[in-house]
């Protein structure tokens, strides 16, 4: 007993080994047995995962990249800024590769998406984010719109949505104080704001953009929020009087209030260049408008409401359009990449996200979060964004997301209306359209 003691651990340890591999029989597996000896660990194993991102290049990412990479030394990740000729070609490729066993671990993805992809993507495991710990952090169109068969498929590092757009000078030129807080509201002073030509009748002010799919931005976001406010059940409701109702109230600035027509410019360069009071728009056209014009004096504030009826509680109805991270079913790294974007969604990272991001920009990327939201009510653009997160929701037909065959389909709907066909025949087309592809969103 006295050896044994004064004997060197190490050398106990390498007796004990070697007394233990003698009685091996030949032909075993040894990298296996070596894992079931309780004192020997097995070397970590190293993982690289593959992010493919979309708007923001790797410089955003690196930082934040570098100290999970120290926290997790055998996880190595790379980032990638995709190119894409079109968010649509984008979106093909993405869904391609996934079936075909080649794509990313990680993959930025619009909220639209999910059903679609949802075969092809990994569900978050409940050990890195319970469905509880989802709804508390993150904003209700994320909880809705993520969400598929009762499983959650990505994880949102930023929000956004429409918001109204409206040129101040205009608004003071006019005598108007204050935006419009409703859609009847938002039409007479769309009309107010209009100026015409004497002689030739052409607008030389619009007073808003809207009406028309050719040349306004978001056109499917706006008249998709119309059937949102409207409580139309998308697609199935397509043919009821509430989405006739809300087409021919959409259709009517130009057929009858005449206060955009399609002559006038892309709607986004028209507000730049000062030819239109109001448009609608998401956060980020705050820097494609700022880069036509930094000069052009705007602000932004909630959309409009389907006005109440007297005794009427008023109800609330934003839209939402936002891009959310996802992991490959496929990958064989799925919870370390998991536990990769449970780390980006951290209050802490998140802010540092949107730090390296306005850097390259006026401001990062709205927050997800909704313990982040006030932190945003002090910006000038964002606050009625934040506000509206909410009560937010949003369908297929969300425009700058890669589904033109949906936003074709609502363009193929404001046409016909604008043309004088019948209405009816065009919502029936529109739905027919809608469901056979398949994809309804949320």
Known sequence: MEFTKKLPIKKIFLT?????????PSGCNLSRILQAIPFIKPPAKEVTLTYWGLF??????????????????DVKIEYQQRAFSTLAQHKETLL???????????????????????????????SIMSSAEFATAFYLPAQNALSYQGQLYAIPLMYDGLMLFYNTEHFEEAGIEQPPSDWEE?????VELTETDEETDKITQAGAAVGMASNIS?????????????????????????????????????????????????????????????????????FDIKNLNPGLKFATTAVPQIP?????????????????????????????????????????NMRRLYAEEAKLREFGEPYSRVDLGDVLLTNDYLAPLIDGAPTATSFIVADASGN???????????????????????????????????????
């Open 16 to 24: 004990s080994l070697l007394a233990y591999l003698a009685i091996i």
């Open 56 to 73: 923001e290049p790797e410089e955003v990412f690196a930082p934040l990249i570098e100290d999970y990479q120290k926290l997790h030394p």
């Open 96 to 126: 391609t590769r996934f079936r075909e066993g080649t794509g990313p671990d990680i993959a930025q993805i619009h909220n639209t998406w999910v059903p679609q992809f949802a075969s092809e993507l990994s569900p978050l495991p409940s």
């Open 186 to 190: 938002f039409r007479r002073r769309a």
């Open 218 to 286: 978001h056109f499917s976001d706006i008249l998709g929020l119309m059937f949102a406010q409207s409580k139309i059940d998308f697609p199935a409701g397509l043919t009821s009087r509430g989405a006739r109702d809300a087409l021919t109230f959409y259709t009517n600035f130009v057929t009858k209030d005449k206060v955009w027509d399609a002559s006038l410019p892309y709607s986004v360069h028209a507000f730049a260049n000062g030819q239109v009071s109001m448009i609608f728009a998401p956060s980020w056209r705050v």
């Open 308 to 348: 109440s009826l007297p005794k009427q509680e008023p109800t609330t109805v934003n839209w939402a359009t936002f891009w959310a991270e996802a992991v490959n079913l496929d990958s064989e790294n799925a919870d370390e990449a998991w536990a990769f974007l449970k780390f980006l969604s951290e209050p802490e």
């Open 404 to 442: 033109d065959v949906y936003v074709d389909a609502v363009a193929a709907a404001v046409n016909s209306v604008l043309q004088g066909k019948d209405i009816d025949q065009a919502l029936e087309t529109l739905k027919t359209t809608v469901e056979r592809f398949g994809q309804v969103g949320q």
